[in-house]
């Protein structure tokens, strides 16, 4: 279900993608509204679950993870292996972000981080090469990027 925005709303979400951390009142000064107006907005905006919640972003490297590493996931044998199975294993591997079932090429995409490219090894050596189903697996090397907070 889609939720109607008018241009405040949007205003207002684009702030906060880029500072979670907004109050109401900091919002309001920024949008000239009401701190009223603005908390009634983000209200309605939860409820209605445009904003599904806050999250923390962490630095990777500054945690001592130097590498992040994209994998391609085809399951070998899709009719024989538990795809519940794949994923609940796979969610078991705290270097593994995040896991996300795809159509195409792959069945699914890992986002995957680790201190060195000897660590990365470690990780798809020892973890995900004996995840149960894992066939053909393809990684590519984030080199950099840049956070996008998407259409608004």
């Given at each position: ?15 906060l ?11 309001a ?28 972003v ?29 994923e ?30 000897a ?20 990684a ?8 996008r907070?998407?259409?608004?």
């Amino acid at each position: 279900m889609t939720v109607d925005l008018d241009p405040i709303d949007r205003a207002l979400l684009r702030l906060l993608v880029q500072d979670a951390t907004c109050s109401a009142g900091a919002l309001a000064r920024a949008l000239d509204i009401s701190q009223p107006n603005a908390w009634r907005r983000l209200d309605r905006l939860r409820s209605r679950g445009v904003i599904k919640g806050y999250r923390a972003v962490l630095d990777r490297e500054a945690l001592g993870f130097g590498v992040a590493v994209f994998l391609g996931i085809k399951l070998a044998l899709k009719g024989r292996v538990s795809i519940e199975d794949f994923e609940r294993a796979v969610t078991a591997i705290p270097e593994v972000q995040t896991v996300e079932h795809v159509l195409g090429l792959y069945d699914y995409r890992l986002r995957v981080v680790a201190r060195d490219i000897a660590d990365f090894e470690r990780v798809l050596r020892r973890r995900i090469m004996t995840l149960p189903g894992v066939g053909d697996v393809e990684a590519n090397v984030l080199l950099s990027e840049e956070r996008r907070p998407g259409p608004i």
